[in-house]
């Protein structure tokens, strides 16, 4: 799954730090998710200084995150 995150230099920054990100689903149904970003490239707009992220998503399973 390819998603894009958009913000300031220092929210990206955090983001591309973690290995693996956890995702809810809607309304707290689903179960947490892990996810792990996967050909990340960012990018910036000159102009009004946000960046954005753009990367693949590849579930991690449990027996990925517990190693």
């Given at each position: 799954m390819r998603v894009c995150f958009y913000?300031?230099?220092e929210e990206i920054t955090r983001l591309c730090e973690r290995p693996i990100l956890a995702l809810l689903g809607p309304r707290r149904t689903q179960r947490v998710?892990?996810?792990?970003?996967?050909?990340v490239?960012?990018?910036?707009d000159p102009y009004a200084?946000?960046?954005?992220?753009?990367a693949d998503l590849a579930e991690v399973h449990r027996q990925e995150v517990n190693e």
């Open positions: 913000g300031t230099d998710v892990a996810f792990e970003l996967l050909h490239a960012v990018s910036a200084g946000v960046y954005r992220l753009r």
